[in-house]
């Protein structure tokens, strides 16, 4: 017998006070952080789904090893440990420590891009697009038909676009190729998952023209989740031994542990290239640090290597991903456009069907983040035209393909009765959307605007 309440497969033994506030509170609160979520003090938000990144809880387990950590500078206990932890799960040769995903992107696009190379991805995400655009080089997003319609349902929205893949390796040529990217899961375009199918089809095609193949590897558990629970041939597989079939059909991988390896800092890079990865590991040591620490100390070794086995505990994915669907079912059903099928991290909402009374170069998405965060102190990220539209020649503004709202959900945080509360405070929002107005931008930097972009309400 199975019961349908999701329970929460662990106990709590530590805890940390949220703080109440008022509305009246949060909208002082919300104007001193012009109207950017990100300006806003953690200590201000009642319910933090902004990201998921860093923002886990630690197991007893983990706790336990930051106690064990080797703090030496050079071959540290902790480093063979994460070391052997990363080539056993990923078969790489070479892993790479670096403090965070971004590190690693830096390190290796940095290196194989630059001007006139051409990165294809299903979507890149946005850190991944401007370390690659900032080394001069050109990233584009192949996602299928499916994919980019929020409405459509599909068991792997994250899939690239083969068809169009092949088109532009012939456009660009092959030599002018620097790397196929697949994130998996895919953050930007809904948390939606990749096939295997799909990896294979594109590992092939990187084989016969002899171009790199790197895996956005940050939700590789929550990517192998749907694959067993949504592919055939899977069902019988372990979530691990998927991940390793995924990883063996790449030549290497970058990696936020912040994300599936379930530690609030570190990250790494895997390859499979002997020359390619001495080259990185010259760059990692001038800015990251020696080769077995890479930014990390001992102790986030530790954490990261327990983390990144205990992420494929079956009971754990499951309370995963089907506790984040039950919060987007419920959205859902009380009318809420959300990206359909729920993806594994997060419930993205379509901001732009939500809001339709608010033209996109008002950014319906911005509008939707600072109602959540007025009426219920919860804080959620823009995933639209703040973060990935750009200006074309006359100043005006290229939209993003779409403007959602993404609802992160962080590892092991939570409970039941926070994402109900947040189901309350949707249930308002529905009610007084024809009310919501639109925002503009006063002032914005060069890359990565979102993060300390200021607004206005539009009156
Ligand atoms: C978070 C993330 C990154 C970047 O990792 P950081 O640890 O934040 O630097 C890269 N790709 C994807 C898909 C991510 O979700």
């Not at 530590?14 to 909208?27: G, S, Y």
């Amino acid at each position: 017998m199975t019961y349908k309440t999701i329970i929460e497969p662990f106990r709590i033994k530590m805890v940390e006070p949220i703080r109440m506030t008022t509305e009246k509170e949060r909208l002082q609160y919300l104007k001193k952080a012009k109207f950017n979520p990100f300006l806003l003090k953690a200590k201000d938000v009642i319910i933090d789904l902004l990201t998921d990144s860093g923002t886990s809880a630690m197991s007893s387990a983990q706790w336990a090893g930051i106690m064990q950590g080797d703090e030496s500078y050079a071959g540290a206990r902790s480093w063979e440990k994460m070391e052997h932890t990363i080539q056993d799960l990923t078969g790489y040769k070479y892993v790479l420590p670096t403090h965070q995903g971004r590190a690693a992107e830096r390190i290796l696009y940095g290196y194989i891009g630059g001007k006139d190379k051409t990165f294809i991805s299903n979507t890149h995400f946005d850190t991944t697009r401007a370390n690659i655009e900032f080394s001069g080089a050109e990233a584009i997003d192949c996602l299928t038909e499916v994919g980019r319609d929020p409405a459509i349902n599909h068991p792997f929205k994250g899939n690239l676009d083969i068809p169009t893949l092949v088109e532009i390796i012939k456009q660009k040529g092959v030599k002018n190729i620097a790397a196929v990217i697949l994130t998996v899961t895919n953050n930007s375009g809904g948390g939606q998952p990749v096939s295997m199918k799909n990896a294979k089809e594109v590992s092939d095609l990187c084989k016969k023209h002899g171009i790199l193949f790197i895996l956005d590897a940050c939700r590789i558990a929550e990517n192998a989740y749907f694959i067993k629970q949504r592919e055939k041939g899977y069902k019988d597989k372990t979530y691990k031994q998927i991940a390793q079939e995924m990883f063996s059909l790449a030549d290497g991988c970058t990696m936020s542990a912040k994300k599936d390896a379930i530690v609030n800092m570190g990250g790494f890079l895997a390859l499979n290239d002997k020359k390619l990865s001495q080259e990185c590991t010259n760059l990692l040591i001038i800015t990251e640090g020696f080769t077995t620490y890479g930014g990390l100390s001992g102790r986030d070794m530790e954490a990261l290597s327990i983390g990144l086995e205990e992420v494929f505990d079956a009971d754990y994915l499951h309370y995963r991903i089907v506790s984040t669907t039950y919060l987007g079912n419920k959205l859902q059903e009380m009318g809420v456009p959300v990206m359909i099928p729920i993806g594994g991290h997060a419930v993205y909402i379509d901001a732009k069907a939500f809001y339709n009374h608010i033209p996109v170069k008002q950014y319906p998405g911005q509008a939707l983040v600072c109602d959540l965060y007025l009426k219920g102190g919860i804080r959620s990220v823009e995933i639209g035209s703040v973060m990935f539209g750009k200006y074309d020649e006359n100043g005006s503004l290229i939209p993003a393909p779409m403007d959602l709202v993404r609802l992160a959900i962080p590892r092991r945080v939570y409970t039941q009765s926070h994402i109900d509360y947040a189901i309350e405070v949707f249930e308002r929002l529905v009610k007084e959307k024809s009310k919501a107005k639109g925002i503009k931008i006063t002032k914005e930097p060069k890359f990565l605007r979102h993060f300390t972009a200021h607004f206005q309400l539009i009156d």
